[in-house]
């Protein structure tokens, strides 16, 4: 994760990040995801993001933890040139005002544990495909309430003595709508 500089480069995702491509701008965070075949994550990787100034590094090992001898996910800060390995999830950085930590996916048929960005309260931003099925509940829950409302103010004039005629003008529907 590097601030201040463009998300895209000549119009596409970026396969690498060269930091004096970037006006010498050192990203503050660093994600590893550990594979099958280890990669030196906790060694002479993260010797290199210390010796780029990288602020934060973070280890994402879900399978091969216990192969590793390691936690499956690790948040080291970099103090005097050196990585602390960093307590409590999601963990909070305060100079990127976001938080990073492991869920569990949502409303999934299969149990998948993902990374995500958290606030300072702990409570997970959710992914765009969540916002939007958020936002499809609500609006149905809304036409719901909508159609009880008419329908409890169609009983209510029926109560009345109005003729289902007479409800329908009132609403401003025809008698068929009813």
């Not at 080291?76 to 950085?93: A, C």
């Not at 719901?144 to 103010?153: L, S, V």
Request: proline share 7%; glycine share 8%; net charge negative.
């Amino acid at each position: 994760m590097s601030l201040g500089v463009e998300r895209h480069k000549n119009g596409g995702s970026r396969p690498s990040y060269p930091v004096w491509e970037e006006n010498g701008v050192v990203p503050i965070l660093a994600l590893e995801v550990v594979s099958w075949t280890p990669g030196e994550e906790y060694n002479a990787k993260a010797e290199q993001y210390a010796a780029l100034g990288v602020l934060y590094y973070v280890v994402y090992n879900p399978q091969f933890w216990q192969r590793d001898r390691h936690l499956p996910f690790e948040v080291y800060r970099l103090r005097n040139g050196r990585y602390e390995l960093q307590i409590g999830e999601p963990y909070w950085m305060p100079e990127i005002g976001l938080g990073i930590g492991r869920y569990v996916e949502p409303n999934s048929p299969i149990q998948r544990e993902l990374l995500g960005w958290f606030d300072e309260k702990g409570q997970r931003y959710q992914r765009p495909e969540e916002l939007l099925l958020s936002a499809r509940q609500e609006a149905e829950r809304e036409r719901e309430r909508a159609e009880q409302i008419k329908q409890g103010a169609i009983a209510q004039l029926l109560n009345l003595g109005l003729t289902r005629e007479q409800v329908a003008e009132t609403l401003g529907l025809s008698p068929d709508e009813l």
